[in-house]
T-cell receptor
Framework: GEDVEQSLFLSVREGDSSVINCTYTDSSSTYLYWYKQEPGAGLQLLTYIFSNMDMKQDQRLTVLLNKKDKHLSLRIADTQTGDSAIYFCAEMDNQGGKLIFGQGTELSVKP | EAQVTQNPRYLITVTGKKLTVTCSQNMNHEYMSWYRQDPGLGLRQIYYSMNVEVTDKGDVPEGYKVSRKEKRNFPLILESPSPNQTSLYFC??????????FGPGTRLTVL
């Protein structure tokens, strides 16, 4: 069945770049998403990418999509302490009714 | 403001005492879903609805019921809650194939 995998933890120093990786199995997904969840808060859509794109850049965020390897990554440039959160990768199932989430990567930014 | 609202935000209850978590959206979205979030597992879909009076099971429907009598509302019902339903619950809505908007979450503890 459909599956999305992420590593659980990432720790970086303030000012460094962070790269959060994700692999997925459903090659028919039209959109792939990155959500951010700050401590005690709900889910905030960070960015998304259409499956026919290789890259999308939005200020400090860069999303790279490798469809052949079914690999998605989120790069955060100049990581700040305010970026500390859990980041979820998600794909939409092929019927458009369900988001399939990875386990979430907890990003810890040290001053 | 376009949003998804959930009530209550926090709930502590005891095993077997029926409860309902309400969800309402003001964006005229057709699709609505319930997810539960557990550490290390990401978010998993409980139930979803593609339109009024149309509901279907997600990945973890056991112990839950839903109804969709009106387009804007999608309540989640736990007829006889058990401790393994202690979790963080999110409601979401979207147009078909569109970006999901999430509610703020309901943290449920079942003693």
């Amino acid at each position: 069945g459909e599956d999305v995998e992420q590593s659980l933890f990432l720790s970086v120093r303030e000012g460094d770049s962070s790269v959060i990786n994700c692999t997925y199995t459903d090659s028919s997904s039209t959109y792939l998403y990155w959500y951010k969840q700050e401590p005690g808060a709900g889910l905030q859509l960070l960015t998304y990418i259409f499956s026919n794109m290789d890259m999308k850049q939005d200020q400090r965020l860069t999303v790279l999509l490798n469809k052949k390897d079914k690999h998605l990554s989120l790069r955060i440039a100049d990581t700040q302490t305010g970026d500390s959160a859990i980041y979820f990768c998600a794909e939409m199932d092929n019927q458009g009714g369900k988001l399939i989430f990875g386990q979430g990567t907890e990003l810890s930014v040290k001053p | 403001e376009a949003q998804v609202t959930q009530n209550p935000r926090y709930l502590i209850t005891v095993t077997g005492k029926k409860l309902t978590v309400t969800c309402s959206q003001n964006m005229n979205h057709e699709y609505m879903s319930w997810y539960r979030q557990d550490p290390g597992l990401g978010l998993r879909q409980i139930y979803y609805s593609m339109n009024v009076e149309v509901t279907d099971k997600g990945d973890v429907p056991e112990g839950y019921k839903v109804s969709r009598k009106e387009k804007r509302n999608f309540p989640l019902i736990l007829e006889s809650p058990s401790p393994n339903q202690t979790s963080l619950y999110f409601c979401a809505s979207s147009i078909p194939g569109g970006v999901s908007v999430f509610g703020p979450g309901t943290r449920l503890t079942v003693l």
